[in-house]
């Protein structure tokens, strides 16, 4: 096989006669091959991400966990599975009636949305009276500091699993784990703080973590077992209701949105309870509105007992609010998250349409290759597989091909119809023609030669033909 040399360094000048020099063919670099799968596997990664986040629940959405809420990050069935307990289910928007709610006799304060309170409020919660329960959900580093109790988040999952109560490898000592059995408790874990000798009940892997004190604080990872969609999952229902029905009556602190900043102290005179602020941004609260119930001594900031008002402090106190942002409150979090994929989506056409800068341009080859050349190295591919079947089937159809077209025969007629129609022109029977275009594969290398041969003769006789109808031919 020869082809045009290439011009090579120290070799002759090319003759007056010759063909002139071919440069050498620079191979373009196809950056897109390595740019495109990973834009791909970046927009699906992003695209997962999106969708999780969208799965997820916010707990600063209104109506997550309320006892009035139907949808499905709502807990209206789970108040409903503890009325049919017989326990009394107590709705509060604010923390200071949840608050007072829990001096009357026991009960048990749930707070699904810790995140929404005060920094200035959350003090409180851990500062419940002798024999009540509070029941945190997934509560971050923040709120457990705040609140003054000895826990930390640890280990997160991607998403949440049902697991037994023993799925630590320790024995389990909250009773209502134990009847629940498994459940959606496998998200977020908790630990002792450093330092601290806090005495754990820890279940559900250490999803559910119970501090045992002069009042009962239990720590759940995860808002699965309390939510309509998934109460009637495993033993959701059982563990949520058995958490919170305990004492036969619940104070559920229903917020539906950023708890304000606390009031210090009532004018009037009422003598109604009052905030009393702590070192370190907490604050407790007292029964008799005499501001000295915080654990930092007594409060500063609040009225004499008698409802004055006469303290020191401005009414309020904490940081301010944060900065409102009208422009993202204004569309919901899956529009943000479908305008983002639509973005990557549109830089990977972007990447994938720069692969081609400019119109196509006409690049010499570097060897040229004779037909004959390609066949008669097809031909050997076919004879050293023994492929007789594939290479005849080759040969018919490429004989079928032009039989069509030289005598205007439609794609639709089936074998016996072509076998007729060429049968005339071609000077042979139906039958032999049959045989020669669609009949078995040859079994010998002689068999195939004599097949082609055939065909060769066929489409030669076929083409010769002088009463072969020819375009414009009024026949």
Not at 318 to 329: K, Q, V
Not at 349 to 372: D, F
Request: charged share 20%; net charge negative; proline share 12%.
């Amino acid at each position: 096989m020869t082809g045009p040399a290439t011009a090579t360094l120290g070799a002759p000048p090319p003759t007056a006669g010759g063909p002139p020099p071919v440069a050498p063919v620079r191979r373009r670099r196809r950056r897109h091959r390595v740019i495109v799968p990973l834009a791909l596997a970046a927009a699906l990664l992003a695209g997962t991400i999106a969708a999780h986040g969208l799965d997820q629940p916010d707990p600063g959405d209104p109506g997550f966990l309320s006892p009035v809420a139907t949808d499905d990050d709502g807990g209206s069935r789970l108040a409903d599975a503890l009325r049919a307990r017989g326990v009394t289910v107590a709705r509060e928007t604010d923390l200071l009636p949840a608050l007072l709610g829990l001096d009357r006799d026991p009960a048990t304060l749930f707070v699904p949305a810790a995140e929404l309170l005060h920094p200035d409020t959350l003090g409180a919660l851990g500062e419940l009276p002798a024999g009540r329960r509070l029941v945190l959900v997934d509560p971050s580093r923040r709120v457990l500091e705040s609140a003054g109790l000895p826990l930390v988040p640890t280990d997160r999952r991607w998403a949440t699993r049902a697991v037994g109560p023993e799925a630590g490898g320790r024995p389990c000592a909250v009773p209502e784990a134990n009847r629940a059995g498994v459940a959606a408790a496998g998200l977020q874990r908790y630990a002792a703080a450093p330092g601290t000798a806090a005495t754990l009940d820890r279940c559900y892997a250490d999803g559910l973590v119970r501090l045992p004190g002069r009042a009962e604080v239990l720590v759940i990872g995860a808002s699965d077992p309390f939510r309509n969609d998934r109460i009637a999952e495993h033993g959701n229902e059982a563990l949520a209701t058995g958490l919170l029905g305990v004492h036969g009556r619940v104070v559920w602190l229903d917020l539906d949105g950023p708890a304000p900043a606390p009031t210090f102290g009532r004018p009037g005179g009422t003598g109604e309870p009052a905030w009393s602020p702590t070192p370190g941004g907490s604050t407790g609260y007292d029964g008799d509105g005499s501001g000295e119930g915080g654990p930092g001594g007594p409060g500063t900031a609040t009225g004499d007992g008698d409802g004055d008002g006469s303290g020191d402090a401005p009414d309020s106190a904490g940081p301010p609010p944060p900065d409102d942002h009208p422009l993202l409150d204004a569309f919901p979090p899956w529009f943000w998250a479908l305008l983002l994929q639509l973005a990557v989506a549109a830089l990977v056409i972007v990447l994938w349409r720069a692969r081609r800068l400019g119109p196509p341009v006409t690049e010499p080859l570097p060897v040229e290759v004779r037909s004959a050349e390609t066949v008669l190295g097809r031909a050997r591919l076919y004879q050293r597989a023994r492929a007789r079947g594939p290479a005849a089937t080759t040969l018919r159809t490429a004989a079928l091909g032009r039989l069509r077209g030289r005598l205007d025969l439609p794609a639709t007629l089936g074998p016996a119809e072509v076998a007729a129609r060429v049968a005339g022109p071609a000077g042979g029977t139906p039958e032999q023609i049959h045989e020669l275009l669609f009949g078995a594969a040859p079994q010998t290398d002689a068999e195939l030669l004599e097949l082609a041969r055939s065909l060769d003769r066929l489409t030669r006789t076929v083409a010769a033909a002088p009463d072969r109808p020819t375009e414009g031919d009024p026949r």
